[in-house]
């Protein structure tokens, strides 16, 4: 089956400083990846949709500022959390689709990355 | 505005015992629903989705579920739950004029012998 990864797997930095995320599609190209935020027994929260080769449409209240989606290959999207402070800890899932069809492939998923800004 | 609940935030079931899981959602078209299963260190994991057809979806790990339009409800079933059941699963729609997922809060399963 199709397989995403996502590396760190746990980060902590110190406030103020920047932190690079990285999901890859391991055995598929990916032309959409979706990155998310989940609270502590919360829903995920879509933060921004990721499309190889352009800028990353970000949901309404995400700062595209603080929060810089690359998305350069078909493999591999990331996520820079710039200048984190202690209120951007969270636990940041990406997934990836296949075929394009936003609506109705299913999303692969990472296992995730949790950020702690100290 | 379009919303998936989950009523239940956690449910504990004794292992050989049945289970359902409910979701509700509001949203004016015709759905497309999903259930994932997240395990601790795993991707979400999709068990079943309904696009349209037979109302009663078959799933993957023993799962189904039933999309009831006249009560926005597409509630998760397995008639023998397993210790290796335990996880949180969440139900979500696709909301087609933002072009997104949207997540329930997710229900808590845990497993008892």
């Known amino acids: 089956g199709a397989v995403v990864s996502q590396h760190p797997s746990r980060v902590i930095c110190k406030s103020g400083t920047s932190v690079k995320i990285e999901c890859r599609s391991l055995d598929f190209q990916a032309t959409t990846m979706f990155w998310y935020r989940q609270f502590p027994k919360k829903s995920l929260m879509l933060m921004a949709t990721?499309?190889?080769?352009?800028?990353?449409?970000?949901e309404q209240g995400v700062e595209k500022d603080k929060f810089l989606i690359n998305h350069a290959s078909l493999t591999l999207s990331t996520l820079t959390v710039t200048s984190a402070h202690p209120e951007d800890s969270s636990f940041y899932i990406c997934?990836?689709?296949?075929?394009?069809?936003?609506?109705?492939?299913?999303?692969?998923f990472g296992p995730g990355t949790r950020l702690t800004v100290l | 505005a379009q919303s998936v609940t989950q009523p239940d935030i956690h449910i504990t079931v004794s292992e050989g015992a049945s289970l359902e899981l409910r979701c509700n959602y509001s949203?004016?078209?015709?759905?497309?629903l999903f259930w994932y299963v997240q395990s601790p260190g795993q991707g979400l994991q999709l068990l079943l989705k309904?696009?349209?057809?037979?109302?009663l979806v078959q799933g993957i790990k023993g799962f189904e579920a039933e999309f009831k339009r006249s009560q926005s409800s597409f509630n998760l079933r397995k008639p023998s739950v397993h210790w290796s059941d335990a996880a949180e699963y969440f139900c979500?729609?696709?909301?087609?004029?933002?072009?997104?997922?949207?997540f329930g809060q997710g229900t808590e399963l845990s497993v008892k012998p």
């Open positions: 309904y696009f349209s057809g037979d109302t």
């Open positions: 997934s990836a689709i296949l075929n394009g069809l936003v609506s109705t492939d299913t999303q692969y």
């Open positions: 979500a729609v696709f909301y087609n004029q933002g072009g997104k997922l949207i």
């Open positions: 990721s499309n190889e080769g352009s800028k990353a449409t970000y």
């Open positions: 949203y004016g078209a015709t759905p497309y």
